[in-house]
Nanobody, 125 residues
Framework: QVQLVESGGGLVQAGGSLRLSCAAS????????MGWFRQAPGREREFVAS????????VYVDSVKGRFTISRDNAKNTVYLQMNSLKPEDTAVYYC??????????????????WGQGTQVTISS
């Protein structure tokens, strides 16, 4: 099993930047693909980005390409989401998730086995 804890959410103006962190622990967590999802009010939870834990493969949803960067620090068992040029439509609760499939192509909610509690990101216009 894997336990995940997100942090780094907050309120920022449009055009600003924010970095989210996801600390992972538990059995065999280094074998998991890590992903970020977000859920805005009244909307379905959607995939944002993913990264293989030990590799360098990444996948992004089109709407964040060029603005968001997912990265990892294996020594700290932590995954990050650097968010730049933020827009009001980025406002959502952001969730960290772990998938046992071991591929960055895991982009569906059903492919993820463990989830963090979420962290609120609010972008003001």
């Amino acid at each position: 099993q894997v336990q995940l804890v997100e942090s780094g959410g907050g309120l920022v103006q449009a055009g600003g930047s924010l970095r989210l962190s996801c600390a992972a622990s538990g059995r065999t967590f280094t074998t998991y693909t890590m992903g970020w999802f977000r859920q805005a009010p009244g909307r379905e939870r959607e995939f944002v980005a993913s990264i293989t834990w030990s590799g360098g493969s990444t996948v992004y949803v089109d709407s964040v390409k060029g603005r968001f960067t997912i990265s990892r620090d294996n020594a700290k068992n932590t995954v990050y989401l650097q968010m730049n040029s933020l827009k009001p439509e980025d406002t959502a609760v952001y969730y960290c998730a772990a998938s046992a499939y071991g591929s960055a192509s895991a982009i569906s909610r059903g492919m993820y086995h463990f989830w963090g509690q979420g962290t609120q990101v609010t972008i003001s216009s």
